[in-house]
């Protein structure tokens, strides 16, 4: 069910994502990918690729390989460049045979995963002893007052709650001995984690133009009546006009986790 959901959703804001935002964590998602021994392998996937930023800069870092990216959500994947091996599958079912894969390469996926460690073995059973795996998970938030201010708002306004949460597994993700915890217990070796820094400075334009359409606040603001809603949406741009540019600052700590197939 809780798939089911999550899916729903990346097929609302597929459009949304595919812009600025899929720009700011793929810093982040090529970071990590240069972490990874890639010259000579021969297939290497991004499960959870989303519209698909990685796949070039995994193209330069395996110029031998072939390229796959695959994504649980249709109206994702097929935002992702043509030219590569694009698939639509739940990593927790994963349709490739085993030890088929040399890396596989998932940033900001994991804490959507409902049962983390059915994923993780079946990755783990895709790549080839020795192949090579990468990840980024959310941890650490530091004070964002934008965002206090757009969850006072939807409050003042009577949104339901959140009907979908989307982050089941990030209780585990975001810690890095239970992380690592679980890559070990799913047959993963030489796990290393680090805890890098998120910074994104949007305006009060972008973050109100990304927040109205992503995440939890913004389902919330779907449930409104319309009139509610636009009167939701005005209240929100004149309290956002009142902080300074700082305020807006999304920042925060994240992992890079690397490890190989046991
Ligand atoms: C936050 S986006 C990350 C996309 C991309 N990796 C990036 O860094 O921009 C999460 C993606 O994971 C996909 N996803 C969520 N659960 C999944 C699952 N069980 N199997 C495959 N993909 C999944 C979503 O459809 C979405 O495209």
Redesign the pocket.
């Known amino acids: 069910m809780i798939?089911k959901d999550?899916?729903g959703n990346?097929a609302r804001v597929?459009a949304t994502?595919d812009g600025a935002?899929?720009d700011v964590?793929?810093v982040?998602?090529r970071a990590v990918s240069d972490r990874l021994p890639l010259a000579s392998a021969r297939r290497v996937a991004?499960?959870?690729?989303?519209?698909?930023?990685?796949l070039d800069h995994l193209a330069t870092l395996a110029p031998q390989a072939q390229v796959i990216g695959?994504?649980?959500?249709e109206e994702?994947?097929r935002r992702a460049p043509a030219g590569y091996g694009r698939v639509v599958?739940?990593?927790?079912t994963l349709p490739f045979a085993a030890e088929s894969l040399d890396a596989v390469v998932?940033?900001?996926?994991l804490f959507?995963?409902?049962d983390l460690p059915l994923?993780l073995s079946a990755v783990r059973r895709s790549l080839a002893p020795g192949g090579s795996f990468a990840a980024?998970t959310w941890s650490g938030h530091d004070p964002h007052p934008a965002y206090d201010v757009w969850v006072r708002v939807i409050d003042e306004h009577d949104a339901p709650a959140d009907p979908s949460p989307q982050m089941p597994s990030n209780a585990v993700t975001s810690d890095p001995v239970k992380l690592a915890a679980a890559l070990e217990t799913a047959g993963f070796g030489q796990v290393d984690i680090t805890v890098e820094r998120f910074r994104h400075q949007p305006t009060a334009a972008e973050f109100l133009a990304h927040s109205r359409v992503i995440g939890s606040m913004a389902r919330r603001l779907d449930l409104l009546p319309p009139e509610r809603r636009t009167a939701c949406l005005a209240a929100a741009e004149r309290a956002l006009a009142e902080l300074s540019p700082e305020d807006f600052v999304e920042s925060g700590t994240i992992l890079y986790s690397t490890a190989r197939a046991a």
Do not use: K, N, S
Request: negative net charge.
């Open positions: 798939t999550i899916r990346y597929a994502y935002w899929a964590l793929a982040h998602a991004e499960l959870g690729c989303g519209p698909g930023r990685l695959a994504d649980l959500t994702m994947i599958a739940d990593v927790q998932m940033p900001f996926v959507h995963l409902p994923a980024v």
